[in-house]
Every structure is written in C-alpha cells, then in structure tokens.
C-alpha cells in the first residue's frame, strides 16, 4: 500500500506488482504528512482578488494564468449540472476523475477573512477548477432538499465561471460532471498504472489522452476509468467526502454570509 497525492487529493492504494509496472487493486479515501525538506513538493500558486482567492495546481504544470486577475474582476457565469449528491453519499471518485480528465485542472480555495462574496466555495474544502484561455470554473453546489435526515437532503453540483470564455468553460466542466455521473458514479475508481517515469510507452499509454496520464518526479500515472473498475460500495465509509460535507460552514440565508440561493 502505498500513499499518493494526485492533484491535492490524498489517497492510499494497493498496488500489486507486474514486472516494472505497479497496478492498482485497491483504494482508500485517507490524508496524511506530505514530505517536506529536500523531498517536498512544489506547487504553483497564484493570488487573486487581492488575495480572496488562490489557485494551486499541485500536478501537470505550469498553468497559463494570464488573464485571470481580469476575468475574476468580471461577470460570473453559471451552469447547472443536473447532477445532485445526498447526505451520506460518496463523491469521492468525482474528485479524482476531474482531477485526471480535466486539462487545466487545479484546485480553488477562498480566504475567509477577505471574502466580499465573490465566489462560492465552502470554508476549509477547496474546490475542484479549471483554467483555460484566461478563463476559470469551479464547481460548487446548491442545495435542492433539505432536511433534518441527512439521507434525504440532496445538493447540486453547478459550476461558476469567470472570464470572456467562462461560459464555454463551464459548460465543459459541467459536462465532464454529467459524464462522472452517467458511467464512473456506480463503478468507483479506475485502474491506475505506476510505470517508472523514464519508461517508454507502452499499451495502457498508447492513445490514452493527456489528461489519463500524470507525471510524477519518479513515475508516470496512467488511470484508466472504464468498465473494469470495481463497483462503488453502496455506502460511503468513515472518512471519505460525502453530501453531508457540503453543508459545513454554509450559513442560512440572511446571516451575512455567503449563502447558497
């Protein structure tokens, strides 16, 4: 078992070995201690909105950021996935395949000493963003039930964007959702293939897009999602996200802070 940080998500995986190359054949949602001194990572970092917002792309770097103080300075567009979460329901592998599909990906969190209400992001969870053509999205979402039962509250996921290309953007985003729910949501993570970074390609790289494989310092991440993946369990363990963490640090309407319409 070993630990990895894809794009800022943490999780532990089995990996069973075959020659060179490690194949996966287990997954837990988990955190732990990064490296730090010599064996640290390096992320790219960028500041916006006076320091309200941060972008911060951990893996397949550097983004082009330019343009993006503008954009966010701008009119903010929304669209709607369609794609609704419950209470106690894992969202787990949604983190991962935008993060694996998604070019451009990184992640978007909010200081909220300095929130003036510009985007909305839960406190403490970053959210999953793309940036392309001087345009960022985000997702976020909206609740659609509620209830004291946190089994029958339900929340949307939508994506908002900023920039001349924000609506293109969003609605790509939005489909790559659309695209979880319909073929990854009931089958859960997909195979991963650890080869050594200086390996050449092979049949699980070939025709694979760019956004299925992710270089690591030491290694090279194939992530196959398809019908082989192993089927979701029916319920969300201990620990993993779930709808019902989208309700933290989301005040009701009418607090002052910023609320979900």
Known sequence: MLPLNIHGYTRAIVFERQGE???SKGWTYCGFVRDLGSQAHTAQVLDLANGQLQIRC???GPLDTDGLETAVAG???EEATGVTVGGNESFETLQL???TRQK???RLTLDPSKDTGLAQITRGNPAAAVVAEGALAYLTHVPVTDSDDPDQRRHEFVVHAFGDQGPTLAQQFAQAVR???RTVRDRGYPELFV???TATATASTDGLADEAVLTKRSSRLVFTWDDKAAPRPGSAPTGQPTGQDLLVAI???GTGGPACA
């Open 21 to 23: 190359v490690l194949r």
């Open 58 to 60: 951990e893996d397949g």
């Open 75 to 77: 009119v903010r567009h």
């Open 97 to 99: 395949y935008l993060a």
């Open 104 to 106: 451009g990906f990184c």
């Open 179 to 181: 695209d979880w729910d």
């Open 195 to 197: 080869h050594p970074a």
């Open 251 to 253: 005040p009701p309407a």
